[in-house]
């Protein structure tokens, strides 16, 4: 599954700069050269500020470009990987960070909670969760695909949390 979320993020990347793009035969736009190679850039920049990274598979690169990693804690990370849940993570992240400033760098990297088998525990450490929406997650298992979440829990919040939650779960 970790490998399907991974190949949509490459994919949406892919095709927004293939839209982007000018074909080589076509005569330039009137923009200019700086403008038109900065909108991809721009794009990837966007997709990678809100994306949420695997904390399995993450790299030391990928993390010390965060906000709250210092470079002895990236190394911890990738050290600990893979991770066999979201409370083994958190356990990597309270060796240095308070409860506060883990809570901050798991806004950006998690391990991905499978919907049909995490613990009450690490559906809690999901950003921005509260005990009546672990109850909501926990009501409807099991969970037969992301589409019955998306029904499911979108009976308690907006389509716009739901696509949020959607990065931090796994079937």
Not at 38 to 61: G, H, K, Y
Not at 119 to 138: C, K, N, T
Request: with cysteine; charged share 25%; aromatic share 6%.
């Amino acid at each position: 599954m970790r490998i399907v979320f991974a190949t949509l993020a490459l994919s949406a990347s892919v095709l927004s700069l293939a839209a982007c793009s000018e074909p080589a035969d076509e005569a330039p736009a009137e923009t200019t050269a700086a403008s038109s190679e900065a909108e991809p850039a721009a794009m990837d920049q966007a997709a990678t500020d809100t994306a949420v990274l695997n904390a399995s598979l993450v790299t030391i690169d990928q993390l010390q470009a965060l906000t709250g990693v210092n470079p002895e804690l990236a190394q911890a990370i990738v050290d600990g990987q893979p991770y066999e849940s979201a409370t083994a993570f958190n356990d990597v992240l309270m060796q240095s960070l308070s409860a506060d400033e883990a809570a901050q760098v798991r806004e950006r990297v998690f391990v991905p909670i499978d919907l049909n088998s995490a613990s009450r525990e690490d559906i809690a450490l999901v950003p921005g969760m509260s005990d009546r929406m672990v109850g909501e997650f926990l009501e409807y298992r099991p969970y037969e695909n992301i589409e019955e979440f998306n029904r499911e829990i979108g009976k308690y919040v907006d389509e716009a949390e739901v696509a949020r939650l959607r990065q931090y779960v796994t079937l």
